[in-house]
């Protein structure tokens, strides 16, 4: 049928189409021809175009209220829009509460969004005040591959101008640069948005441009699922690691170490150390062998592994050694040596295999080593423990002949989730990187790529758990399995990842010898399962709130005397429990009970142990738990059991 998308979708909820497989406005004429989906404001496409037509009310607004203001770009991100302005006063706060009345103005006017076609020289002139507007027209086509958000404004085909028109008027009243598609109104933005803060932001991301400040903002289909957002934000950032770092003294990055570079504390410590120990045990159980080896190699290696040539921005620069020079006249006598701090562990565990002759008695072979990396990301980028300079893999690399592999696959992927629950986290996605049809991508033959991404994806059917097929996504030598887990929040985050790769035994030439004789090539399969431990241990940190189950709690009882008279009592009751293992700090400040009572919850600590005259008389103690709850006259031993039971079972309380 010709005509429109309003003639071929009347559901209201329908704010765009894909036609032949691109985003459409509603007003696009169709020939009839056309394979026509619709788009609804809830999809993902459809929430992206919500907020982008809300970026340009917001640029609107804010050329109403300054008409110097001048436009950088304004995306869709997630959960909302942005957009840059230069603007020579500062923006505020208060200046945000002017710009959204503005906006819900041109929100309530509905204003249509009118796309017109035009050359690059008519744009340019329309564009004359608008000088980064102007950039972009030059960069059309290769800003199409930019990993910025300027792919909005243009793209690889033609230019288009996009004009906001007064319903009743007819008349445009705004227009912006822009590829489209958007909402056929500006009324369809409903109430379901709000601006949220306001940043700096170099012209195109580069230090070298203008800074520009970006207006942040958030829309959604509905005032209550705006609501909803800002709860999970506000809950966020109560859970906030760095926050909840400072606030229970767990970890700190001192500026005199250096940027993106962690301390931890003793009661940080002792989680991590907890961590670390219990995830040790269970590698050994599971027949994995512990390795150690340096933080830093010679270029060499990393020349050998290809690291040098495809990861050298991810690395530090290199430390020169050994140099030597004559003293008189100050000539180098001995070249010297460049250095690497490593990036990844891969290579120093192919060099203990290649340490002997392997024979395939002895694969599959696993080391495993808790490898401290050094990434260098952009100071700009660092944040908590999340983004990093240096940190911890709790990396492993399995050596294993090409019959061996997918029941190691299947082995690792079983292992890593049950260690995951361990720690207490239960929902869990898996993710197929495979390879797609663009051949000059991908190394290997048809048939290594077929059995090792089959073999792949028969364990994760097997698993049980949802699974999303990436194509495109593997490495350039092997299929990969990611592990994303759910926290408290429903946020999603990447964990473990079992990646094949044949192609660093190949560089390294590893071999083993066959049952036949043979020399043959094995394959290796990296795998770290918390990923990285710094970042881990922040996720817990946020899933839990900072309230972990009792085994990781740095202390796991506090002792409160209802009187100082009660003090030796309790510390034999202490005794008791630090004979069973068990973390017990006995509060003997001055401070008055309630107020004792209040720092240990504070603390998120898990038990609170009390004891008065009526507990010392029957040789019990009372519990107080986390949610306030209690339970008096429990005998002593029966508590120590009931604690340690709780450390045992990896129980929450
Ligand atoms: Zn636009
Ligand atoms: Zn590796």
Same mark, same amino acid.
């Given at each position: 049928?010709?005509?429109?998308?309003?003639?071929?979708?009347?559901?209201?909820?329908?704010?765009?189409?894909?036609?032949?497989?691109?985003?459409?406005?509603?007003?696009?004429?169709?020939?009839?021809?056309?394979?026509?989906?619709?788009?609804?404001?809830?999809?993902?496409?459809?929430?992206?175009?919500?907020?982008?037509?809300?970026?340009?009310?917001?640029?609107?607004?804010?050329?109403?209220?300054?008409?110097?203001?001048?436009?950088?770009?304004?995306?869709?991100?997630?959960?909302?829009?942005?957009?840059?302005?230069?603007?020579?006063?500062?923006?505020?706060?208060?200046?945000?509460?002017?710009?959204?009345?503005?906006?819900?103005?041109?929100?309530?006017?509905?204003?249509?969004?009118?796309?017109?076609?035009?050359?690059?020289?008519?744009?340019?002139?329309?564009?004359?005040?608008?000088?980064?507007?102007?950039?972009?027209?030059?960069?059309?086509?290769?800003?199409?591959?930019?990993?910025?958000?300027?792919?909005?404004?243009?793209?690889?085909?033609?230019?288009?101008?996009?004009?906001?028109?007064?319903?009743?008027?007819?008349?445009?009243?705004?227009?912006?640069?822009?590829?489209?598609?958007?909402?056929?109104?500006?009324?369809?933005?409903?109430?379901?948005?709000?601006?949220?803060?306001?940043?700096?932001?170099?012209?195109?991301?580069?230090?070298?441009?203008?800074?520009?400040?970006? /207006?942040?903002? $958030?829309?959604?289909? @509905? %005032?209550?699922? #705006?609501? *909803?957002?800002?709860?999970? =934000? &506000?809950?966020? +950032?109560?859970?906030?690691?760095?926050?909840?770092?400072?606030?229970?003294?767990?970890?700190?990055?001192?500026?005199?170490?250096?940027?993106?570079?962690?301390?931890?504390?003793?009661?940080?410590?002792?989680?991590?150390?907890?961590?670390?120990?219990?995830?040790?045990?269970?590698?050994?159980?599971?027949?994995?062998? /512990?390795?150690? $080896?340096?933080?830093? @190699? %010679?270029?060499? #290696?990393? *020349?050998?592994?290809?690291? =040098? &040539?495809?990861? +050298?921005?991810?690395?530090?620069?290199?430390?020169?050694?050994?140099?030597?020079?004559?003293?008189?006249?100050?000539?180098?006598?001995?070249?010297?040596?460049?250095?690497?701090?490593?990036?990844?562990?891969?290579?120093?565990?192919?060099?203990?295999?290649?340490?002997?002759?392997?024979?395939?008695?002895?694969?599959?072979?696993?080391?495993?080593?808790?490898?401290?990396?050094?990434?260098?990301?952009?100071?700009?980028?660092?944040?908590?423990?999340?983004?990093?300079?240096?940190?911890?893999?709790?990396?492993?690399?399995?050596?294993?002949?090409?019959?061996?592999?997918?029941?190691?696959?299947?082995?690792?992927?079983?292992?890593?989730?049950?260690?995951?629950?361990?720690?207490?986290?239960?929902?869990?996605?898996?993710?197929?990187?495979?390879?797609?049809?663009?051949?000059?991508?991908?190394?290997?033959?048809?048939?290594?790529?077929?059995?090792?991404?089959?073999?792949?994806?028969?364990?994760?059917?097997?698993?049980?758990?949802?699974?999303?097929?990436?194509?495109?996504?593997?490495?350039?030598?092997?299929?990969?399995?990611?592990?994303?887990?759910?926290?408290?929040?429903?946020?999603?985050?990447?964990?473990?990842?079992?990646?094949?790769?044949?192609?660093?035994?190949?560089?390294?030439?590893?071999?083993?010898?066959?049952?036949?004789?043979?020399?043959?090539?094995?394959?290796?399969?990296?795998?770290?399962?918390?990923?990285?431990?710094?970042?881990?241990?922040?996720?817990?940190?946020?899933?839990?709130?900072?309230?972990?189950?009792?085994?990781?709690?740095?202390?796991?009882?506090?002792?409160?005397?209802?009187?100082?008279?009660?003090?030796?009592?309790?510390?034999?009751?202490?005794?008791?429990?630090?004979?069973?293992?068990?973390?017990?700090?006995?509060?003997?400040?001055?401070?008055?009970?309630?107020?004792?009572?209040?720092?240990?919850?504070?603390?998120?600590?898990?038990?609170?142990?009390?004891?008065?005259?009526?507990?010392?008389?029957?040789?019990?103690?009372?519990?107080?738990?986390?949610?306030?709850?209690?339970?008096?006259?429990?005998?002593?031993?029966?508590?120590?059991?009931?604690?340690?039971?709780?450390?045992?079972?990896?129980?929450?309380?």
């Amino acid at each position: 049928m010709a005509g429109t998308g309003f003639d071929l979708f009347s559901d209201r909820s329908v704010v765009a189409m894909r036609v032949d497989g691109e985003l459409k406005d509603l007003a696009t004429t169709l020939t009839g021809t056309e394979q026509v989906e619709p788009i609804t404001i809830d999809s993902e496409d459809g929430l992206a175009i919500l907020r982008h037509s809300a970026a340009h009310v917001l640029a609107q607004a804010v050329q109403r209220i300054n008409p110097e203001a001048r436009l950088g770009i304004g995306p869709p991100i997630q959960d909302g829009f942005y957009y840059d302005f230069q603007i020579d006063e500062p923006l505020t706060p208060e200046t945000l509460k002017a710009i959204s009345k503005e906006m819900e103005r041109i929100q309530r006017a509905g204003q249509r969004f009118v796309r017109r076609v035009v050359s690059d020289d008519e744009a340019r002139a329309e564009l004359a005040d608008e000088p980064f507007k102007l950039e972009l027209i030059g960069l059309k086509g290769k800003a199409a591959q930019g990993r910025d958000g300027e792919s909005v404004e243009v793209g690889a085909g033609e230019l288009t101008m996009y004009d906001n028109v007064d319903p009743t008027t007819g008349e445009t009243v705004w227009t912006d640069l822009c590829r489209g598609p958007h909402l056929p109104s500006t009324r369809m933005i409903g109430n379901g948005w709000a601006l949220e803060r306001i940043a700096g932001a170099y012209w195109r991301g580069d230090q070298r441009n203008p800074q520009l400040q970006r /207006v942040y903002g $958030t829309a959604w289909p @509905s %005032k209550d699922e #705006l609501r *909803a957002h800002q709860t999970r =934000l &506000a809950e966020a +950032a109560k859970r906030d690691h760095r926050k909840l770092g400072r606030e229970l003294d767990l970890f700190s990055f001192p500026e005199e170490i250096g940027s993106g570079l962690s301390v931890w504390h003793p009661r940080g410590g002792i989680i991590r150390h907890e961590m670390e120990s219990h995830a040790r045990a269970r590698h050994l159980a599971a027949g994995y062998s /512990v390795v150690y $080896t340096p933080h830093i @190699s %010679k270029a060499d #290696l990393f *020349a050998t592994s290809g690291h =040098l &040539a495809t990861y +050298a921005e991810g690395m530090w620069p290199p430390l020169h050694m050994d140099e030597e020079r004559d003293a008189i006249t100050g000539e180098v006598t001995k070249p010297g040596v460049d250095y690497y701090l490593k990036p990844m562990n891969c290579p120093m565990h192919i060099l203990i295999y290649q340490e002997r002759q392997r024979s395939y008695r002895d694969l599959p072979l696993r080391l495993s080593e808790n490898g401290t990396v050094y990434r260098n990301e952009l100071s700009g980028a660092l944040h908590g423990l999340t983004r990093v300079r240096g940190f911890t893999q709790d990396d492993a690399h399995l050596f294993v002949t090409p019959e061996q592999l997918e029941d190691e696959v299947a082995k690792v992927i079983e292992f890593v989730l049950s260690l995951l629950r361990d720690f207490g986290l239960s929902d869990f996605e898996l993710e197929l990187s495979m390879k797609d049809d663009e051949k000059a991508k991908w190394i290997g033959s048809d048939e290594y790529w077929e059995s090792s991404t089959n073999a792949l994806r028969r364990v994760a059917l097997a698993s049980g758990l949802g699974l999303t097929e990436v194509p495109g996504e593997a490495a350039f030598y092997g299929p990969k399995i990611d592990l994303k887990t759910k926290d408290a929040l429903g946020r999603t985050w990447q964990l473990s990842t079992v990646q094949v790769d044949p192609n660093l035994p190949e560089r390294f030439g590893l071999e083993y010898t066959a049952a036949d004789g043979s020399k043959q090539r094995p394959i290796m399969i990296h795998r770290a399962l918390m990923g990285s431990i710094e970042r881990f241990f922040a996720i817990l940190l946020e899933h839990y709130a900072g309230a972990f189950p009792v085994w990781l709690a740095p202390v796991q009882v506090v002792g409160v005397p209802v009187a100082d008279h009660h003090v030796p009592y309790l510390e034999r009751v202490f005794q008791e429990l630090e004979r069973a293992g068990i973390r017990a700090e006995l509060d003997t400040s001055g401070e008055r009970m309630q107020k004792k009572i209040r720092n240990a919850s504070l603390a998120k600590v898990p038990y609170v142990l009390i004891a008065g005259d009526a507990d010392e008389a029957a040789g019990t103690v009372s519990f107080r738990l986390r949610d306030g709850s209690q339970d008096n006259g429990v005998p002593i031993a029966e508590a120590v059991a009931r604690i340690r039971t709780a450390i045992d079972r990896k129980s929450q309380v």
